[in-house]
């Protein structure tokens, strides 16, 4: 699906699995979440977040892998992969559709 946007911008329907970190075009690739409508630019930010917020969970499993004990980082850590994910849901919601909105908002993150 492609929408015209007032300043003329392609948007297409997407389907996010955040948990697998997956922005889907074909629904029936695999199971998501939510659905939204972005340009290729959004598109690109939303991919760049996923991307970081993978490099965070691989740094954060070599982390505590390595300090099984802790360290003060840890809450660092925590706090910057909670702002991401919060940064994340705030573009699905910016572009989510009525449903995705509504499913966002149940889950009170933002």
């Known amino acids: 699906m492609v929408d015209m946007e007032a300043g003329g911008e392609d948007r297409k329907r997407y389907y996010v ?44 499993m070599y982390h505590f892998s390595s300090h099984p004990f802790g360290s003060a980082s840890d809450s660092e850590m925590s706090a910057g992969y909670d702002e991401l994910i919060q940064q994340i849901y705030k573009q699905l919601y910016e572009h989510g559709t009525d449903t995705t909105k509504r499913h966002i908002e149940s889950m009170q993150l933002l």
């Open 17 to 60: 699995s955040v948990q697998a970190g997956q922005i889907l075009e074909d629904p029936q690739a695999a199971a998501y979440e939510l659905e939204i409508n972005m340009n290729e630019q959004e598109h690109i930010k939303l991919r760049e977040m996923f991307d970081e917020l993978s490099s965070m969970d691989e740094a954060e």
